[in-house]
T-cell receptor, first 116, second 112 residues
Framework: GAVVSQHPSRVICKSGTSVKIECRSL??????MFWYRQFPKQSLMLMAT?????????EQGVEKDKFLINHASLTLSTLTVTSAHPEDSSFYIC????????????FGPGTRLTVL | QKEVEQNSGPLSVPEGAIASLNCTYS??????FFWYRQYSGKSPELIMS????GDKEDGRFTAQLNKASQYVSLLIRDSQPSDSATYLC????????????FGKGTKLSVKP
């Protein structure tokens, strides 16, 4: 149980394009999902907290207009990187918390974004 | 600033030995503590959660929590080369909506 999927697993795009990443909880409902970013050999960095049906809460220094988050259902949150640039190249990972459960976060497999 | 501190390592142990990973945290109101394993290029995988003082065992893994000392540890018995990974300690941010504060991780290397 508590399986989280992400799609796509890997994406390469040109500078200036937008990329959408999906995060799905497959066997549970998730009122809250989290989006992280991890650069090579660095620790996880929380970007934003996504709550179903409401606006996401962004961490300090994360541009909400650049990283659009939509949590439209209890099993799906999307992160759209708008006008991507090479410095946005990173490993994007989502996690989800079981609604009504503990605060354990279950992570998706991650999406590796490369912006040329 | 709420912090979770881990020794970055690398921690090298021979196959079959006990690996001991340590973590300290600064937020006294934290109530939930987690250990995740992250292989290179992969996302974190939950190993254990612990909420009460004392020991919690799951197979070869034992988590230990001491809230008075703000200390949590993970012991891996009979270490295997496949245990070689970075181990992340995570602590819930008291009063938040489930946010976790992650340590930078300890890299473990188990030598055959």
């Amino acid at each position: 149980g508590a399986v989280v999927s992400q799609h796509p697993s890997r994406v390469i795009c040109k500078s200036g394009t937008s990329v959408k990443i999906e995060c799905r909880s497959l066997d549970f409902q998730a009122t809250t999902m989290f989006w992280y970013r991890q650069f090579p050999k660095q620790s996880l960095m929380l970007m934003a907290t996504s709550n179903e049906g409401s606006k996401a809460t962004y961490e300090q220094g994360v541009e909400k207009d650049k990283f659009l988050i939509n949590h439209a259902s209890l099993t799906l949150s999307t992160l759209t990187v708008t006008s991507a640039h090479p410095e946005d190249s990173s490993f994007y990972i989502c996690s989800a918390v079981v609604s009504g459960g503990t605060d354990t976060q279950y992570f998706g497999p991650g999406t590796r974004l490369t912006v040329l | 600033q709420k912090e979770v501190e881990q020794n970055s390592g690398p921690l090298s142990v021979p196959e079959g030995a006990i690996a001991s990973l340590n973590c300290t945290y600064s937020d006294r109101v934290s109530q939930s503590f987690f250990w995740y394993r992250q292989y290179s290029g992969k996302s974190p995988e939950l190993i254990m959660s612990i909420y009460s003082n004392g020991d919690k065992e799951d197979g070869r893994f034992t988590a230990q929590l001491n809230k008075a000392s703000q200390y949590v540890s993970l012991l891996i018995r009979d270490s295997q080369p496949s245990d070689s990974a970075t181990y992340l300690c995570a602590v819930n941010e008291g009063g938040s909506q489930g946010n976790l504060i992650f340590g930078k991780g300890t890299k473990l290397s188990v030598k055959p």
